[in-house]
């Protein structure tokens, strides 16, 4: 079966049959001994296509003759916006943009298909969704679950790349193991993972914003586009969380927000670090950066005066029951030395002509949801004590498996070098969802500690037998081994809905940034950065820090980076920007800030 749409099994083809909707989609896979030769026989491949049209390359466009891929979801509405609008001190309208993120991956999409002597077909590759890989698999091969076994050990980056996207060749390499019945490998090089795997999604917000006469929010009317290239991918999700993020931190009584879901000739565009949430984020922050400077305040002020205050509600029915911002945005004026800087910035670029500093301080809520997010893990004690365990997760490079094995550790009383985490799998923990959403580390980590609870149910009994030695954890399980005890336990997580509306809860943090740059080449540096993030409990600092930093520089590379262009040749243009980040400050919100020297080039 040639079907293989991750939101619609009738959406998109593994090879396309018929109709190209966009550039570089497959229409074919070469076999050959060496990797060499096939991206070689790749390239001599001429595709002939017949009754071509005018493709449709931006969102603009897309908005401009009306191109839907799909309904855009449901409204966000509360209060009245066009009665408050009708009625408010002042009305500032205006349309934001902001464009597509290559995920940059440093391994591109890999796989290894092998069937077996029983028919079954192992697949073993760089992904984020064994569940839907399995499905798609074996829906395009006709087999039934049980004979598709998909692993993975960990990837080398990914962002969301690997979530949807990576499935349409990984169904094209098993149907060619298949076809064959041999082992196929694929290892896609990077500028067709580029071509074919899609990018951030582009957004567009065209507002209307009323303000009363003391410089507070009273309506936002606004309908928000997303570019979703040529193929619904995982469907119009993306908008639901950029619709349910969109307000940041500010409170406004009267709000409508109408999504649509564009279709362009570009290709499928899919989740990117944050989907859905750094765009709405970007485009609330241009809106009131606009608003202040049309009716001449201060941003800073303008923003802060526009706060939630806890125990207000969102436009999407978020109680927010905890709202941390106010305090942390005050403790971040303090300890960057703000208020001063800002100034010393003015006098310096009143005094240069042709290079100038800027200096910002932006807020920003982060929802996260743990329902409908079921994760797991398997734990198997052996005979000598150590202990082996496979979560639902997949390792990225975010540390969850550091954070599993040190959940484990504490909740048995072990050292964690007699923990091991092998491959994520089908075969051990089906039925997870996707590794994304910030979610998959905490979910996974509550997993294995039911786990361990449960195992440490079943050890009570013979422990309180043993006395003392029964708090010699090899011993225990040389005795629990010896009784026939049960040593394998599963930890299950699904959360229900939250009574607080669609986020679980919310992370919050502050970014105080200054810039210096050259007018005339364009170069920049970014002189200094501070970072104030309340995340709660962290499960580990020390890779919090290091996901912080990551963070911070992927947003850079997304605010700076060149715009990408698509060729009616079918060539992108990629214009690759440096920069360089000369002092960091990063804390956590109830402790001090910590001094980081950085050295990063992008």
Known sequence: KNQCGPADLTDEQVFASNKITYSGQPVGVIIADTQRHADDAAKKVKVTYLNGQTPILTLDEAIAQKKWLGPGGDKVKSGDADGALKTAHKVIKGSVSCGAQMHFHMEPHAVVCEPDEEGQMKVSGSLQYAKATQKIIAHVLGKPLKDVQVSTRRLGGSYGSKITRNIQSFCAVAFASQQLDLPVKMFMDFNTTLETSGRRNPFRADYQVGLDANGKLVAIKM??????????DGGNGVLFLALNCIDNCYYCPNVELTPYFCMTNNPPSTSMRGPGWVPAIFMIESIMEDIAQEVGVDGDLFRSNNFYVKGQTTPYGQNLKYFSMNEMWSQVLASSDYQKRKAAVETFNQANRWVKKGISLVPCKFGLGLAGDPQGALLDVLQDGSIVISHSGVEMGQGINTKVCQTAAMALGVDMKNIRIVDSSTLTVPGAEATGG??????????????????????????????????????LIQKATSAGIDLQSKGWVNYAASPLGPWTYNS???????????????????????????????????????????????????????????????????????????????????????????????
């Open 223 to 232: 309908d928000v586009y997303a570019d979703g290239g040529g193929k619904m």
């Open 438 to 475: 910030s979610t998959t580390s905490e979910l996974c980590c509550d997993a294995v500690k039911r786990a361990c609870d449960e195992l440490k149910k079943r050890l009570e009994p013979i422990q309180k037998i043993m006395g003392k030695d029964g708090n010699d954890w090899q011993k």
């Open 508 to 602: 919050y943090s502050v970014a105080a940034l200054e810039v210096e740059l050259d007018v005339l080449t364009g170069n920049y540096q970014i002189l200094r950065v501070d970072i104030l993030f309340d995340c709660g409990i962290s499960l580990n600092p020390a890779v919090d820090f290091g996901q912080i930093e990551g963070a911070f520089m992927q947003g850079i590379g997304y605010a700076r980076m060149g715009q990408l262009c698509c060729k009616s040749s079918r060539s992108l243009d990629l214009q690759l920007l440096f920069c360089c980040c000369i002092g960091s400050r990063i804390g956590c919100f109830d402790g001090k800030l910590s001094d980081f020297e950085s050295g990063y080039s992008l």
